[in-house]
């Protein structure tokens, strides 16, 4: 069974950081493309960034990049998404999910397989 859990969310002020984890179980991250992907209220649900098993490229949304790094630990097959810089517009649920595939990019969210269940980030004064 393959199972995602995300942990790390909460509240933070504008222009603090976040790092939220993605741990996975019932299949390995060697073989897995991993995406990050948020729903702030009233929005549609929309890709954040994305990492690939085979050499480890990066994708992120042009409203993160500069400010999120995505990166995964294979030995503790978790993937992490380190927010600095956090503004009111990053608050949402994040979500990660996997797809079976040696490539991340090109991938839209009805693709992935698996989700996790998300964690909430809020970002308020």
């Known amino acids: 069974q393959l199972q995602l859990v995300e942990s790390g969310g909460g509240l933070v002020q504008p222009g603090g950081s976040l790092r939220v984890s993605c741990a996975a179980s019932g299949f390995s991250l060697d073989y897995y493309a991993i995406g990050w992907f948020r729903q702030a209220p009233g929005k549609e649900r929309e890709g954040v960034s994305c990492?690939?098993?085979?050499?480890?490229?990066?994708f992120y949304a042009d409203s993160v990049k500069g400010r999120f790094t995505i990166s995964r630990d294979n030995a503790k097959n978790t993937v992490y998404l380190q927010m600095n810089s956090l503004k009111p517009e990053d608050t949402g649920v994040y979500y990660c999910?996997?797809?079976?595939?040696?490539?991340?990019?090109?991938?839209?969210?009805?693709?992935?397989?698996?989700w996790g269940q998300g964690t909430q980030v809020t970002v308020s004064s």
């Open positions: 990492i690939s098993p085979s050499d480890g490229s990066t």
């Open positions: 999910a996997a797809i079976f595939d040696d490539r991340c990019s090109g991938h839209g969210s009805d693709q992935y397989d698996t």
